[in-house]
């Protein structure tokens, strides 16, 4: 069955650091990717997505992630944390032979303290 | 930026009783979705729509649930008789194709709650 792990309900981070927001996966074959990130009050936005070739995605507000085949991840990160940053990160899966459905994580809150 | 917009924002209803969300994809957007949150569980997805057809349904779509695009503009979600469990945030989505590397664009949700 396909399914999405992050195995972290909270990550807290001081502006200015380094942040990692993990995600593992398991789908048969190979994926397509995505992070959303959901702000209070507000719809899932689209942050970046892997699709084939680089396994470093760069995305929306200077976040990037990482592909990581043999450990079956997709961690988000970022090099330096914004107060602004703090909201609920999805990672999504979706299958290549069964495209319709996304397979979401059950999410990450992201707190960066100032 | 075109945005996927839901309405209304918050529902309440009794068991019961027929809900229909309104949402409006993007306007050049073809292919559309729907996904639920239960609160504190996982987005789940529940049916994708093109050309006036389901595509795709998952167990939770049962005969409950019906979606239509009525006009050339509006997709909805009707659920005939709420239950306690329909209780959920409700998200429509857009995308402009489909083959699994379209980036669906998330509308604000309706937080739908049944008593």
């Known amino acids: 069955a396909q399914s999405v792990a992050q195995p972290e309900d909270q990550v807290n981070v001081a502006e200015g650091n380094p942040l990692t927001v993990k995600c593992t996966y398991s789908?048969?074959?190979?994926?397509?990717l995505f992070w959303y990130v959901q702000y209070p009050n507000r719809g899932l936005q689209f942050l970046l997505k892997y699709i084939t070739g680089d396994n470093l995605v760069k995305g929306s507000y200077g976040f990037e992630a990482e592909f990581n085949k043999s450990q079956t991840s997709f961690h988000l990160k970022k090099p330096s944390a914004l107060v602004s940053d703090s909201a609920l990160y999805f990672c999504a899966v979706r299958d290549r032979g069964n495209f319709n459905k996304f397979y979401f994580g059950s999410g990450t809150k992201l707190n960066v303290k100032p | 930026e075109p945005e996927v917009t839901q309405t209304p924002s918050h529902q309440v209803t009794q068991m019961g009783q027929e809900v229909i969300l309104r949402c409006v994809p993007i306007?050049?957007?073809?292919?559309f979705y729907w996904y639920r949150q239960i609160l504190g569980q996982k987005v789940e997805f529940l049916v994708s729509?093109?050309?006036?057809?389901?595509?795709?349904k998952s167990e939770i779509f049962d005969d409950q649930f019906s979606v239509e695009r009525p006009d050339g503009s509006n997709f909805t979600l009707k659920i005939r008789s709420t239950k306690l469990e329909d209780s959920a945030m409700y998200f429509c989505?857009?995308?402009?194709?489909?083959?699994?590397?379209?980036?669906?664009?998330f509308g604000p949700g309706t937080r739908l709650l049944v008593l």
């Open positions: 306007s050049n957007h073809l292919y």
């Open positions: 789908v048969s074959g190979n994926p397509y």
């Open positions: 989505a857009s995308s402009d194709q489909t083959g699994g590397q379209e980036t669906q664009y």
């Open positions: 729509f093109y050309n006036n057809e389901i595509s795709e």
